[in-house]
């Protein structure tokens, strides 16, 4: 019993980080993704001699065995070593893919860890910018890659995926659950994430609409909607640092999740072990990440499957399975306004934060990257984002809501089914030592 309390105060201190985080904001993310872990046992290693080597192997409990996912852990390992033996390129991408669901909950979890002793500002931030730390290292290493395509539709089937299949299977499980009963969840939070979303609609749609909007016999060039795309981003991030502001200080009480039969929470490792965990985890993800996007290709010729299907549909549906799953719990539990959270905080993240960041970045790499998604793929966010907004304006819900948006995203996912695309120029540009263009082929 020693050890137990030896464990809770290890490294730096657990009371002043419990206060500073317990009083502050607990997000929808960090609530749906504690649904998925395992309280371990100390006692099972309280009998080593050597401190250091409890602490390490106490951590080890807990990081790696401390979630329902870490039966996927061997997918890792796996990952690696049919690269290594040059083993196919898409059993390479299956496990990589395998591998990642549950390195993105453990990446939440040991971001809550680290929020417990920065307080709830830091902690505010890092989950703000770390809550699809997934996603964006794959979008990252795609425009490394300048595989734009790849780029694009991964990080428009993030914002799809959520708004429909996560919003959507929750009100749907939600609503067969309690159908005595009328679910009901603050518009408030809603609002504010819906309004954003449309404000990025605006900016993804500008450089389309510019680019059909020329005169018959005049052309427009590719430089000229970068620049407006570029500027757009600027627009979107000004808009999404000013979001974070809202969301940590002067409205920080529409956003906090409130659990009434919540278990007080408190650290279980310390903060420079969670630290580097965090790094090490992050490597692994960047690694994965550029397996996933240099197999991609592989993946899509050897299965018959369109590489957008796989990127839109495929990559989100895994990459978020651990927050997916516990949103729907939460609305089993008829808490929806932290089901909401889950599914609009991340569709906000992911277009007002990720899309434009990877804009910036390309701009400083010198690549074309721009906010021209094309007259499909545009016109599926735009019509998603309607159709959720109509959903949550009246502050109710029921089954048939989620239906609906289950529908739309089968319809979606059949579209992108059939879309098929050439063989990716991207690389080949790569290659020849070329600049990618702006947008792809549709």
Request: hydrophobic share 50%; proline share 3%; net charge neutral.
């Given at each position: 019993?020693?050890?137990?309390?030896?464990?809770?105060?290890?490294?730096?201190?657990?009371?002043?980080?419990?206060?500073?985080?317990?009083?502050?904001?607990?997000?929808?993310?960090?609530?749906?993704?504690?649904?998925?872990?395992?309280?371990s046992?100390?006692?099972?290693?309280?009998?080593?001699?050597?401190?250091?080597?409890?602490?390490?192997?106490?951590?080890?409990?807990?990081?790696?065995?401390?979630?329902?996912?870490?039966?996927?852990?061997?997918?890792?390992?796996?990952a690696?070593?049919?690269?290594?033996?040059?083993?196919?390129?898409?059993?390479?991408?299956?496990?990589?893919?395998?591998?990642?669901?549950?390195?993105?909950?453990?990446?939440?979890?040991?971001?809550?860890?680290?929020?417990?002793?920065?307080?709830p500002?830091?902690?505010?931030?890092?989950?703000a910018?770390?809550?699809?730390?997934?996603?964006?290292?794959?979008?990252?290493?795609?425009?490394?890659?300048?595989?734009?395509?790849?780029l694009?539709?991964s990080?428009?089937?993030?914002?799809?995926?959520?708004?429909?299949?996560?919003?959507?299977?929750?009100l749907?499980?939600?609503?067969?659950?309690?159908?005595?009963?009328?679910?009901?969840?603050?518009?408030?939070?809603?609002?504010?994430?819906s309004?954003?979303?449309?404000?990025?609609?605006?900016?993804?749609?500008?450089?389309?609409?510019?680019?059909?909007?020329?005169?018959?016999?005049?052309?427009?060039?590719?430089?000229?909607?970068?620049q407006?795309?570029?500027?757009?981003?600027?627009?979107?991030?000004?808009?999404?640092?000013?979001?974070?502001?809202?969301?940590?200080?002067?409205?920080?009480?529409?956003?906090?999740?409130?659990e009434?039969?919540?278990?007080?929470?408190?650290?279980?490792?310390?903060?420079?072990?969670?630290?580097?965990?965090?790094?090490?985890?992050?490597?692994?993800?960047?690694?994965?990440?550029e397996?996933?996007?240099?197999?991609?290709?592989?993946?899509?010729e050897?299965?018959?499957?369109?590489?957008?299907?796989?990127?839109?549909?495929?990559?989100?549906?895994?990459?978020?399975?651990?927050?997916?799953?516990?949103?729907?719990?939460?609305?089993?539990?008829?808490?929806?306004?932290?089901?909401?959270?889950?599914?609009?905080?991340s569709?906000?993240?992911?277009?007002?934060?990720?899309?434009?960041?990877?804009?910036?970045?390309?701009?400083?790499?010198?690549?074309?990257?721009?906010?021209?998604?094309?007259?499909?793929?545009?016109?599926?966010?735009?019509?998603?984002?309607?159709?959720?907004?109509?959903?949550?304006?009246?502050?109710?819900?029921?089954?048939?809501?989620?239906?609906?948006l289950?529908?739309?995203?089968?319809?979606?996912?059949?579209?992108?089914?059939?879309?098929?695309?050439?063989?990716?120029?991207?690389?080949?540009?790569?290659?020849?030592?070329?600049?990618?263009?702006?947008?792809?082929?549709?």
């Amino acid at each position: 019993m020693e050890f137990a309390g030896e464990l809770s105060h290890m490294e730096n201190g657990y009371s002043k980080g419990k206060e500073s985080w317990n009083n502050g904001l607990r997000t929808a993310q960090n609530m749906s993704t504690s649904l998925l872990r395992k309280k371990s046992d100390p006692m099972l290693v309280s009998k080593l001699r050597f401190q250091m080597l409890r602490q390490f192997l106490a951590n080890l409990q807990e990081v790696v065995l401390g979630t329902k996912l870490a039966v996927l852990f061997p997918a890792i390992p796996l990952a690696i070593a049919a690269d290594f033996y040059k083993f196919g390129r898409p059993w390479i991408f299956a496990l990589s893919l395998l591998g990642l669901t549950p390195l993105a909950e453990r990446v939440s979890f040991l971001t809550e860890q680290i929020a417990y002793y920065t307080g709830p500002t830091v902690g505010g931030l890092l989950n703000a910018t770390c809550g699809n730390a997934t996603e964006l290292i794959i979008a990252l290493f795609a425009l490394y890659q300048n595989k734009i395509h790849v780029l694009k539709y991964s990080l428009l089937g993030s914002i799809l995926s959520n708004l429909l299949l996560v919003l959507g299977s929750s009100l749907l499980c939600g609503g067969l659950a309690n159908l005595k009963k009328e679910q009901r969840y603050d518009r408030k939070q809603a609002d504010v994430n819906s309004l954003l979303l449309l404000l990025g609609l605006l900016c993804h749609m500008l450089p389309l609409m510019f680019r059909y909007a020329a005169a018959p016999g005049i052309f427009i060039d590719d430089h000229s909607i970068l620049q407006l795309s570029r500027a757009s981003s600027i627009v979107m991030l000004v808009a999404y640092i000013g979001y974070i502001f809202f969301q940590l200080k002067t409205h920080r009480q529409i956003f906090e999740s409130q659990e009434e039969d919540e278990e007080e929470e408190k650290a279980v490792i310390g903060f420079w072990s969670a630290f580097s965990w965090l790094v090490g985890m992050t490597l692994i993800i960047a690694l994965l990440s550029e397996y996933v996007v240099g197999t991609i290709e592989a993946a899509s010729e050897s299965w018959g499957i369109s590489i957008s299907f796989i990127s839109i549909i495929l990559i989100p549906i895994v990459g978020n399975a651990a927050e997916h799953a516990g949103s729907i719990i939460f609305a089993f539990k008829n808490k929806l306004d932290i089901s909401l959270g889950v599914a609009l905080g991340s569709a906000t993240q992911i277009s007002m934060f990720a899309v434009p960041l990877c804009v910036v970045v390309g701009w400083i790499m010198r690549i074309q990257m721009d906010l021209d998604f094309s007259l499909l793929e545009t016109a599926c966010l735009a019509l998603t984002i309607i159709v959720v907004a109509f959903t949550l304006q009246d502050g109710t819900s029921h089954y048939m809501k989620g239906v609906v948006l289950c529908l739309c995203y089968v319809a979606i996912a059949a579209c992108f089914f059939v879309h098929k695309i050439p063989a990716p120029l991207d690389q080949t540009q790569v290659n020849l030592g070329l600049k990618p263009s702006s947008g792809f082929s549709a």
